[in-house]
T-cell receptor, first 115, second 115 residues
Framework: DGGITQSPKYLFRKEGQNVTLSCEQNLNHDAMYWYRQDPGQGLRLIYY???????QKGDIAEGYSVSREKKESFPLTVTSAQKNPTAFYLC??????????????FGPGTRLLVL | AQTVTQSQPEMSVQEAETVTLSCTYDTSESDYYLFWYKQPPSRQMILVIR??????QNATENRFSVNFQKAAKSFSLKISDSQLGDAAMYFC????????????FGTGTRLTIIP
């Protein structure tokens, strides 16, 4: 079964703590993305990566960090510098970035709550 | 930069009837792609339909079709024979085919199906 998996489904963060959200895809897609969704809003891009060992900031990268050591994996770390991390986080991937193969496919999401 | 506007925060339709969701967008590019995504209560984003701006023919996927008016920058989604499983948030999105433009989402329309 090809697809995108995210874990955990729910994550609780204590004040001052860094937490890491997992995103794995077995679609052989080159590009991967992280989005944040807040109530009543659309999705906002946090980071994206077009190739292994390379990534770029999106619109709201402050307080977040990523890595892309493997093609199939793109973990997101929510650092203590992110003062309002409570949100729903969605990971997506596409064959390549840009052009007709840009269509992005999404994982099931992770709900992050602050204790 | 692109903008996407969904002016209907909520819509409802009787089961088996037809409903149209509105979307307008703005982009300076001539070559771009438009998408409708569905987000059911599970919150996973599911691709509904895709339209390539250079194609004049409106895209169709089973009960879902679009009315793409390029000059008016309008991209509405028509759902025929509405089913209970169609209840969800629907997001319109746009991306340019050039450069590093990101996938830009509207704020969504919540669709309720009345049995």
């Amino acid at each position: 079964d090809g697809g995108i998996t995210q874990s955990p489904k729910y994550l609780f963060r204590k004040e001052g703590q860094n937490v890491t959200l997992s995103c794995e895809q077995n679609l052989n897609h080159d590009a991967m993305y992280w989005y944040r969704q807040d109530p009543g809003q659309g999705l906002r891009l946090i980071y994206y990566s077009q190739i292994v060992n390379d990534f770029q900031k999106g619109d709201i990268a402050e307080g977040y960090s990523v890595s892309r050591e493997k093609k199939e994996s793109f973990p997101l770390t929510v650092t203590s510098a992110q003062k309002n991390p409570t949100a729903f986080y969605l990971c997506a991937s596409s064959i390549v970035r840009g052009g007709p193969r840009e269509t992005q496919y999404f994982g099931p999401g992770t709900r992050l709550l602050v204790l | 930069a692109q903008t996407v506007t969904q002016s209907q925060p909520e819509m409802s339709v009787q089961e088996a009837e037809t409903v149209t969701l509105s979307c307008t967008y703005d982009t300076s590019e001539s070559d771009y792609y438009l998408f409708w995504y569905k987000q059911p209560p599970s919150r996973q984003m599911i691709l509904v339909i895709r339209q390539e701006a250079y194609k004049q023919q409106n895209a169709t996927e089973n009960r879902f079709s679009v009315n793409f008016q390029k000059a008016a920058k309008s991209f509405s989604l028509k759902i025929s024979d509405s089913q209970l499983g169609d209840a969800a948030m629907y997001f319109c999105a746009c991306i340019s085919n050039f450069g590093n433009e990101k996938l830009t989402f509207g704020t969504g329309t919540r669709l309720t199906i009345i049995p």
